[in-house]
């Protein structure tokens, strides 16, 4: 083979085969200004604790694109607020994540493949309620 060629097929394999993969998820706000926060730290101000939440989204992504289950971030994160609220909490502390990622490559062959990859998202935090002046602590209401 000659030279050229090489470098071009080793150049667009290295194009292809990047790894680096960057996610925002987009949680909207509502018009009533109570949104639950979300940090993956901790806080500085007084809490209360009110347990884990874990959210596990599952499914396929079709041709490496079409994601119909939702198992990005943007879907858990969406699952996940209204849990916050209906246990109380003001938001979300010490959250991490995991998401399934695929090199640009793997999308293109899955397209031969049978055209599925799996897909999975989790996303776990601790709910919290923050204190208010003067407020005595309460234990979580079970």
Do not use: H
């Amino acid at each position: 083979m000659s030279r050229g060629l090489v470098v071009a097929v080793a150049g667009l394999t290295a194009l292809l085969t990047g790894c680096t993969a960057v996610n925002t998820a987009y949680i909207p706000t509502a018009r009533n200004g109570r949104d639950p926060f979300i940090t993956s730290g901790d806080i500085r101000e007084p809490y209360q604790s009110l347990g884990l939440l874990q959210v596990t989204r599952k499914g396929v992504i079709i041709f490496g694109a079409i994601d119909p289950a939702g198992t990005d971030l943007t879907a858990g994160f969406q699952e996940m607020l209204p849990r916050v609220r209906e246990m109380g909490g003001d938001g979300l502390i010490n959250v991490r994540w995991q998401q399934t990622q695929y090199t640009a490559l793997a999308r293109v062959f899955s397209i031969f493949l049978l055209g599925m990859l799996p897909g999975e998202v989790t996303i776990t935090g601790e709910v919290v309620r923050l204190r208010r002046a003067g407020e005595p602590a309460r234990s979580p209401s079970l």
